[in-house]
């Protein structure tokens, strides 16, 4: 009985181990707020699925919780990966609902859009710690990357020896400096790329599919 039971689980183990193997990755992208992130999620998911991920907005903190698309099959020079993608909400140290009274909005709804946004940051800080296979770290490159919040996040996921791609969005705007993203970080490597223009999009295609395939 001891030999049928013990059989049984090293194949209920091997199965399992197959089936593991073919499911999606969960691929988190991660970034201060207003990095362009929604607007990345966007962009892979219409490219490969017809679909959109969630609204976009200039906003701070317009994705408030993680959203999920499944089953996005990416092919690249032979590679090929299946990714389920996590569009997180923006993570900082603080969020005031002053800053969204600039947006015209009343008190009322600025001080529940903050009160959402925190509670967003401890579900991405979740999402990071437990559920994601591989990170895609979005920095907007027209602004500084040293930050406390990007070194934080930066050193969890290498903490947590995750695949990382970091991008260095909004390259189609002035001012913006894909090298000061390199040298924050120089131990990754970074790609340029403009997700609202789809601007070198196939080698971060080449990208997602090399690092999580």
């Known amino acids: 009985m001891g030999l049928l ?22 691929i988190g992208i991660y970034g201060p707020p207003n990095a362009g992130k929604t607007t990345l999620a966007n962009r892979i998911a219409r490219d490969w699925t017809g679909d959109a991920v969630g609204p976009e907005s200039h906003i701070p903190h317009e994705t408030r919780r993680a959203r999920r698309k499944e089953n996005v099959e990416i092919e690249r020079n032979g590679r090929k990966v299946t990714i389920d993608i996590v569009d997180t909400p923006g993570v900082t ?10 947006h ?39 602004t500084d990357p040293f930050t406390q919040v990007n070194t934080m996040l930066i050193g969890i996921i290498e903490s947590q ?39 070198n999009m196939d ?8 690092y999580f395939g």
């Open 203 to 210: 080698e971060v295609y080449t990208k997602i599919a090399e």
């Open 5 to 26: 039971t013990n059989l049984r689980d090293s194949i209920s183990r091997v199965t399992d181990g197959l089936f593991a193997a073919d499911e999606p990755k969960r």
């Open 161 to 199: 020896d995750l695949p990382a791609l970091i991008l260095a969005n909004k390259t189609d705007l002035p001012g913006s400096d894909v090298q000061q993203i390199a040298n924050a970080f120089p131990q990754h490597e970074t790609i340029p790329l403009s997700a609202l223009e789809g601007d």
């Open 93 to 102: 140290t603080k969020v005031d609902y002053k800053e969204f009274l600039d």
């Open 104 to 142: 015209d909005m009343e008190k009322d709804d600025a001080v529940r859009r903050s009160r959402e946004a925190t509670e967003g940051v401890a579900e991405a800080m979740h999402w990071l710690r437990e559920d994601v296979d591989g990170v895609i770290y979005v920095l907007d490159s027209t």
